[in-house]
């Protein structure tokens, strides 16, 4: 009797990855209950900019709807999207009940800065 050993199956993989972008935008939105004071101060004390350039990011988000605050890591995008939601209200409005919309969006490109200057 002659046995020959069975050789073992290749292992197949039916499951498809979907690979998750490597750089996130940290996008704020727009309302009518937050002034340009308000974006700028966050802008400057939560993600570094200089005073100009956390006023093109007040009047980017009033002209345009949405300003991209930073593009960065998908961990640190989160940090930076909850400490800009628990900034708070805008104490300078009766009418602001509670922080502005920040989302995060995927980064169409991978050549971004870590500093999203």
Not at 23 to 31: F, G, K, P, R, S
Not at 98 to 114: F, K, N, Q, S
Request: net charge negative; no cysteine; glycine share 6%.
């Amino acid at each position: 009797m002659n046995a020959t050993p069975a050789r073992p199956r290749a292992a197949t993989r039916t499951e498809t990855r979907t690979q998750q972008p490597w750089l996130w935008n940290v996008v704020l939105l727009d309302d009518d209950e937050h002034t340009y004071d308000y974006v700028m101060t966050l802008a400057q004390e939560l993600f570094g900019r200089t005073l100009e350039s956390a006023y093109l990011i007040a009047r980017t988000v009033d002209t345009e709807g949405r300003a991209i605050l930073t593009t960065t890591h998908r961990e640190l995008a989160e940090l930076k999207r909850d400490q800009a939601i628990a900034f708070g209200r805008d104490v300078l409005l009766a009418s602001s009940t509670g922080p502005m919309r920040v989302i995060l969006e995927p980064a169409e490109t991978g050549d971004e800065d870590d500093q999203g200057e």
